[in-house]
């Protein structure tokens, strides 16, 4: 299976569409590498990251979240935006959700689905919304913040299944007049796909044919996203040189600085010889 893109449009219902399929997520996000029972729920929200993320015309930045307020961030996914190169992907578990599925987290009184948009840019405005873990799914939770947050009618599938994931979305256009009875057709229809179809090595074309099969749905250039390997080393070195002069100083008499980011759970080790060099570019 390739990772791929796919816009598509009915053309005798005011309905839009866009299909994801993505490959080797392994390879790109560290915490994955070890799967347990909450890996398949980090593989969901980065396939719905990235599919809100390729679903503007700005280069964005999305992130989700499932928090927890006395745990904190249990879960968290981010695609972040090219800028011109590859997009990057990044999740992480806190210890408390670690080796939980999704129906355990919703059952925790209190949490919350939070969405971030960000322009890539970093000098536009952040949108933060949050909804109740109310509903049994990640897709099902998105589907609320489209209808509270954006008001936007919406149909949502996220699958996953080792290292893959995939999403479709079914959105309403604007200004238009949709049957009721029709849009109820469509989420049922959208909810038949199962992850061998939609993760398979099939043109995505034809599941589009197969589960529409009673609808005029024309598909548009599909488009085969890049995704980079998420470093955290410059992260962590901004941390580092924002101590103040005092720890940075006793960290360079240490033989060695392990750091592990919150954002992937990738942990690096820089040499004292490295946190020296830092200090130097400090007083320069």
């Not at 948009?117 to 897709?139: D, H, I, N």
């Not at 060695?256 to 130097?280: C, N």
Request: charged letters at 20%; hydrophobic letters at 45%.
């Amino acid at each position: 299976m390739k990772t791929v893109l796919l816009p598509f449009q009915f053309h005798n219902l005011p309905v839009r569409g866009r299909l994801l399929r993505l490959a080797d997520l392994d390879t790109h996000v560290a915490s994955l590498r070890k799967p347990n029972a909450c890996t398949h729920t980090l593989a969901e929200l980065l396939a719905a990251a990235a599919l809100l993320a390729h679903d503007t015309k700005h280069q964005l930045t999305v992130g989700l979240q499932i928090q927890h307020p006395e745990l904190g961030v249990l879960l968290f996914a981010q695609c972040l935006a090219g800028e011109g190169r590859a997009a990057g992907l990044r999740a992480y578990a806190n210890p408390a959700a670690q080796g939980t599925p999704f129906s355990s987290l919703v059952t925790q009184p209190g949490g919350l689905f939070a969405v971030t948009l960000e322009q890539a840019s970093g000098e536009g405005q952040r949108y933060q919304s949050f909804v109740g873990l109310t509903e049994p799914t990640a897709a099902a939770c998105l589907a609320n913040y489209f209808a509270s947050s954006v008001q936007t009618p919406t149909h949502l599938v996220v699958l996953a299944a080792h290292d893959k994931a995939g999403a479709v979305l079914l959105q309403a256009l604007p200004n238009e007049t949709m049957d009721d009875d029709d849009w109820q057709r469509l989420g049922l229809l959208l909810n038949t796909i199962q992850p061998t179809e939609l993760l398979a090595d099939t043109p995505p074309e034809d599941l589009l044919a197969k589960v529409f099969a009673e609808d005029d749905v024309s598909t548009f250039e599909p488009e085969f996203p890049q995704f980079a390997h998420d470093d955290p080393r410059p992260r962590m070195l901004a941390a580092l040189a924002s101590l103040p002069p005092a720890e940075l100083t006793e960290l360079q008499r240490q033989p060695s600085v392990t750091l592990t980011d919150a954002t992937s759970g990738q942990s690096i080790t820089f040499s004292a010889k490295e946190i020296a060099h830092l200090g130097k570019l400090i007083k320069e």
